[in-house]
Structures are given as C-alpha cells and as structure tokens.
C-alpha cells in the first residue's frame, strides 16, 4: 500500500509542478505582466536608499512586474557594499531600466554606475549623467570596470515606459519581450496608454529619517546645535526642553556620523571648541579662550570629512553653523545667564556676608539662593557643600558669588573693619 500512495502523491504533484515551471519569466500571465514598478532614488547612496533598491527588486520578483523602472537623482555610496548592490541591480529575474531626471537633476558616483550598468537607460532633457569616479564618496580609492555609456534620452518617465514596449530584455531567468502600452480606441481614435498599474517605490518615514541624518551636512549641523543646547541646559541648573532636544539632536548627528567617513580629530575639534568658547561664556565676556574655541570650531568643520570633497558642507552651511554658535555662546548665553542669576533690585556688593541656601550642590560650582534670587556659586572650600545646606557669601565675581558653610566659614569682612 505505500509505494502506491507514494504513486498517487507523485500523480498529484506533478501538474503542480509543471504548472509553476510553466509560469517563469517568459510566460506571465497577462495580469501581473502589466505591472510597471517606478522606484525613486533620490540623495547620496546610503543603506536606506541600498534597502529601498533590493526591497523594490524583491517585490517586483514576487509580483512577476513587466520592468522596474528607477528614476535615479542620486549621487555617490556611503556605507554600502556596492559591488553586492551592483550585483543585485544587474542579476534580477525581472527587467531593469533606469531614468535619470527629473531635469535638473542627475546620477554621480554608484548612481551613474548603477544607470550605466543597466541594459536600458535613458537621460531627462536638462538632467546630467556625471562620472563613475568616485563611486564611493566615503573610499575615494574603491573602483570597478566602467560600464556602457548611455546616449538614449526621454523627456518624461512615462515617455520611457512607453520606449520600453516591445524590447527583449536579458534577465536572470531568461529573455523577456517587455509590454508596457496598449492601445486602445477612444472616440474612434487610437491612443497609446501605459498597459496595467504603475506601482510606486520610495523611502518610508523610517527610511527618510535615516536617509535625512546620512545627509553630510545635516549630521554636522545636528552634532554642533546639539552640543550648544546641552551647554545651554547646563547653566539653567535644570533639565528641560532645551537639553532633551539637544540630547536628541547630538544621537541624530553621531547617527548620521556612523555612516560618514568623519575624521575622529576633527571631531575633537569641535568638542574643544565649544568647551572653549563656554569658558568665556562663564567668565562672562570676550577673551582669548572665545578666539582659541572659534578656530577650533572652524577647523574641525572644514576638515570634518575624510573621502571625497563632495562631502563637504558648503561655505553658507560652515557660516551659519559656525557664526551662529559663537554669537549665541557669547550673546544669547551671557544675556540668559546675567537674566538668571542677577537682580537689578540687589546691589551685588551687597550681598557679601548675607546668608542663603545651597539650591543645587556646589562642589565647586553649584546655585544659591540669596534674597529670594538664584545666583551661580562657586565654593571657596575643599569641602562641598550639599543641597539645602545653609550658605555665606564672602565675595562676588561678575555673576558668580563666592560661598562657604555657615558653620566653620571665615568672618564677614565687614563684621572685622567694625571691631578694628
């Protein structure tokens, strides 16, 4: 009885089997045949465009599509391994064709590779097909063979669709004749019209979020604004909006920095910088260390970028950043901290010998609070003194006092000129 059960199941199978053969890529059914897969690639050549190109090709496989057309805007690789890209765009089981347009736009580096290397290509009236080299902005020494050059040009993307009708194309599964025009009668006139639906691909929220900190410019503007914010937090004496968004916006630009060639020095840079300018910003106006943080600044922003100079921020980017830093330490910081810390009511002479509480911890530097006013302090002791405890002024320097304890703490000094 088992070798005939085994028979029949064998009987079974076999018409299934011979029908999914007889569905490859020369013989799709008509249906699925007139899909037309469109994919957008827009930007540098990140891992989200990478996975946007494989997700579109898989989906078109499984939807057995006509052809998939990538209109192409895109630039060089950053963080990819381009040679399996490649492979993958080239060895589809479905047709690949690409466009490169919009007008305006173009297709650098492993873009103008990738539209090179497909068997059919054509170039938007008033966009450019650039060079090959670099094909990696990120490893300006990475190169392959120089694919075919494409002279074809199409004004539209649907005019391209419809130039694709009627061709064979060479896929992993075979030659495949494309259909994508019909024609159909309209008023007792023929016309031509895409032949099935037009699926489109492009980055979802996700992908465009992570495409978007990938942008070079973009990551150094998030890195720098974030570390300003968090230095700004820091003297409010509190955590607030400021800080978390500047906490959000420095784990966005190191993000972004994770998958560009940045210079680990350059970066060092820009930490030194801003720590420098922050020590005028407590000293409470312009000094040498505001010059020393401004060329650090500005030398760890031109050089930020190893690989190919098409990386660089461009000089209206380096001025923003770099100019609006400097003038919000040393204008909007030292405003914020003399609002925050003074009272026009107090005269700041004053104060010295009043008696206050310890708002925050002062080990050295901490906030008091002396007639009902919050003022940066600065212990004058080895020894901390605690949150809560209670505090005498001995001295005022610019906007900080100069605290001790109150037991153990040296004499008013206008308490001794008395007595002497």
Same mark, same amino acid.
Request: hydrophobic share 45%; aromatic share 8%.
């Given at each position: 009885?088992?070798?005939?059960?085994?028979?029949?199941?064998?009987?079974?199978?076999?018409?299934? &089997?011979?029908?999914?053969?007889? +569905?490859?890529?020369?013989?799709?059914?008509?249906?699925?045949?007139?899909? /037309?897969?469109?994919?957008?690639? $827009?930007?540098?050549?990140? @891992?989200? $465009?990478?996975?946007?190109?494989?997700?579109?090709?898989?989906?078109?496989?499984?939807?057995? %599509?006509?052809?998939?057309?990538?209109?192409?805007?895109?630039?060089?690789?950053?963080?990819?391994?381009?040679?399996?890209?490649?492979?993958?765009? =080239?060895?589809?089981?479905?047709?690949?064709?690409?466009?490169?347009?919009?007008?305006?736009?173009?297709?650098?580096?492993?873009?103008?590779?990738?539209?090179?290397? %497909?068997?059919?290509?054509?170039?938007?009236?008033?966009?450019?097909?650039?060079?090959?080299?670099?094909?990696?902005?990120?490893? =300006?020494?990475?190169?392959?063979?120089? @694919?075919?050059?494409? =002279?074809?040009?199409?004004?539209?993307?649907?005019?391209?669709?419809?130039?694709?009708?009627?061709?064979?194309?060479?896929?992993?599964?075979?030659?495949?004749?494309?259909?994508?025009?019909?024609?159909?009668?309209?008023?007792?006139?023929?016309?031509?019209?895409?032949?099935?639906?037009?699926?489109?691909?492009?980055?979802?929220?996700?992908?465009?979020?992570?495409?978007?900190?990938?942008? @070079?410019?973009?990551?150094?503007?998030?890195? /720098?604004?974030?570390?300003?914010?968090?230095?700004?937090?820091?003297?409010?004496?509190?955590?607030?909006?400021?800080?978390?968004?500047?906490?959000?916006?420095?784990?966005?630009?190191?993000?972004?920095?994770?998958?560009? @060639?940045?210079?680990?020095?350059?970066?060092?840079?820009?930490?030194?910088?801003?720590?420098?300018? =922050?020590?005028?910003?407590?000293?409470?106006?312009?000094?040498?260390? +505001?010059?020393?943080?401004?060329?650090?600044?500005?030398?760890?922003?031109? &050089?930020?970028?190893?690989?190919?100079?098409?990386?660089?921020?461009? &000089?209206?980017?380096?001025?923003?950043?770099?100019?609006?830093?400097?003038?919000?330490?040393?204008?909007?910081?030292? %405003?914020?901290?003399?609002?925050?810390?003074? +009272?026009?009511?107090?005269?700041?002479?004053?104060?010295?010998?009043?008696?206050?509480?310890?708002?925050?911890?002062?080990?050295?530097?901490?906030?008091?609070?002396?007639?009902?006013?919050? &003022?940066?302090?600065? +212990? $004058?002791?080895?020894?901390?003194?605690?949150?809560?405890?209670?505090?005498?002024? /001995?001295?005022?320097?610019?906007?900080?006092?100069?605290?001790?304890?109150?037991?153990?703490?040296?004499?008013?000094?206008?308490?001794?000129?008395?007595?002497?």
């Amino acid at each position: 009885m088992r070798p005939l059960r085994l028979l029949a199941l064998a009987l079974i199978a076999l018409p299934l &089997w011979a029908g999914s053969v007889g +569905t490859g890529a020369g013989a799709v059914p008509v249906d699925q045949a007139s899909r /037309v897969d469109v994919v957008q690639v $827009n930007g540098l050549i990140d @891992p989200a $465009n990478a996975a946007l190109i494989r997700s579109a090709l898989r989906e078109a496989e499984n939807a057995h %599509a006509t052809v998939v057309v990538f209109q192409m805007n895109a630039s060089g690789a950053v963080d990819v391994d381009v040679p399996s890209l490649l492979h993958d765009f =080239t060895h589809a089981s479905v047709p690949v064709a690409v466009w490169v347009g919009p007008s305006g736009g173009g297709a650098h580096g492993a873009a103008a590779l990738l539209a090179r290397s %497909a068997e059919f290509a054509a170039v938007a009236p008033g966009a450019h097909l650039g060079s090959v080299d670099p094909i990696r902005y990120d490893d =300006t020494s990475f190169t392959l063979p120089a @694919p075919h050059q494409v =002279t074809a040009s199409a004004a539209t993307l649907l005019e391209f669709i419809g130039s694709l009708d009627g061709k064979v194309a060479h896929t992993s599964n075979g030659d495949v004749t494309m259909a994508t025009i019909k024609v159909v009668d309209v008023n007792g006139r023929q016309t031509r019209e895409p032949r099935g639906e037009i699926h489109f691909h492009k980055l979802g929220l996700g992908g465009q979020v992570q495409h978007t900190l990938d942008s @070079p410019w973009v990551a150094y503007f998030l890195f /720098v604004a974030g570390l300003a914010l968090i230095v700004f937090e820091f003297y409010t004496a509190g955590v607030g909006i400021a800080g978390a968004l500047g906490a959000v916006m420095l784990i966005g630009g190191c993000f972004g920095f994770s998958h560009l @060639p940045v210079e680990p020095w350059a970066i060092g840079l820009l930490l030194f910088g801003v720590f420098g300018l =922050t020590i005028d910003v407590q000293a409470g106006g312009l000094g040498p260390w +505001t010059f020393i943080g401004g060329i650090s600044l500005t030398a760890g922003s031109i &050089w930020l970028y190893g690989g190919s100079s098409r990386l660089d921020p461009q &000089w209206w980017v380096l001025v923003l950043v770099i100019g609006g830093t400097i003038v919000f330490m040393l204008s909007g910081m030292t %405003a914020m901290i003399r609002s925050r810390f003074s +009272t026009p009511t107090i005269g700041r002479e004053d104060l010295v010998g009043e008696m206050g509480s310890a708002e925050a911890d002062v080990d050295p530097d901490g906030v008091v609070r002396i007639r009902e006013a919050l &003022w940066r302090a600065r +212990t $004058n002791r080895a020894t901390p003194i605690r949150a809560g405890d209670r505090v005498r002024v /001995v001295s005022v320097e610019g906007v900080v006092l100069e605290v001790e304890p109150e037991a153990g703490g040296a004499r008013d000094y206008r308490e001794r000129h008395k007595r002497s």
